[in-house]
């Protein structure tokens, strides 16, 4: 692998966009599988690079590789790099890499509403009411459907 990385890369700098596109693809498949440093250190800095590029066609496959590395990234990479990128092609003349940046920017609030609302709450609202007064008040646990119906 720490042969191929390189050569992939590589190409990005060709004069021809459908190389470009082509290693976009490429670093989306590749980076779920490299994991997460590697992408931060060596993958995610060339997209970000490429979400300057003149085609539009590029720049919204830009959009796409970035979604697809919100999971395999840290929450606050995903945060601060790759929604700074997103935000800036979200104001690109092109409809159509509006329309991907947007759409990309949708999944990274979504990840961060839903890592929001289980990690530093550990749960949904009904089920952390049923574990603070199962577990504190020594009351028994509500299903729930019980919980959604209003029973006790």
């Known amino acids: 692998m720490q042969h191929i990385i390189p050569q992939v890369l590589g190409v990005i700098n060709n004069s021809h966009y459908l190389y ?13 599988v490299m994991g997460s440093e590697i992408t931060c250190s060596k993958l995610l800095p060339v997209v970000i690079t490429v979400a300057k590029d003149r085609v539009p066609n590029v720049k919204f496959n830009v959009a796409k ?33 509006r329309f991907y940046a947007s759409q990309a920017l949708q999944s990274i609030d979504g990840v961060m509403m839903s890592s929001y609302r289980y990690l530093s ?17 020594g009351l028994r646990r509500h299903t729930k459907k019980q919980l959604r119906e209003g029973r006790k």
């Open 65 to 97: 590789v970035l979604q697809s590395l919100i999971p395999v990234v840290d929450q606050s990479v995903a945060e601060k790099m790759i929604r700074s990128s997103l935000v800036e092609l979200a104001e690109d003349p092109d409809v159509d890499v």
């Open 20 to 32: 470009r596109m082509t290693i976009l693809r490429a670093i989306s498949l590749l980076a779920p």
């Open 121 to 137: 709450v550990g749960g949904s609202i009904p089920e952390i009411c049923c574990q603070i007064l199962s577990g504190r008040l």
